[in-house]
């Protein structure tokens, strides 16, 4: 066995759930298996905490974050998995316009 180059979590907490977040760690796991992407872990996470960091709840609903880079994503659709798969699980950049923190390092 190898360990995974890359670990997405998608919030399933209840307001990343209520924005559709289950639909979008299924896109993630299709799109990344029909790439051939095998060495990328997709897992569901519990409240990230990120629907209560703005007034507005829920506004950056649903959260991704992304090991081992420490990159956390607000607002991913199923219309950005495929822009967060192209640019940053290929590529190593960062979808800057959905990004929300980046840990130091
Ligand atoms: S429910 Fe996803 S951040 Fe709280």
Redesign the pocket.
Known sequence: MKPYRLHIFV????????KG?EAVREAFKERLKAAGLKDVKVSK????????ETPVE?E????VVIYPQGVWYKNVTLGTVDEIIETHVKKGGIVERLLLFRLPG
Do not use: D, I, Q, Y
């Open positions: 919030c399933e907490g209840k307001r990343c759930s209520a977040s996470s519990g409240c990230l905490k990120v629907c209560k829920a950056f609903c649903p959260a």
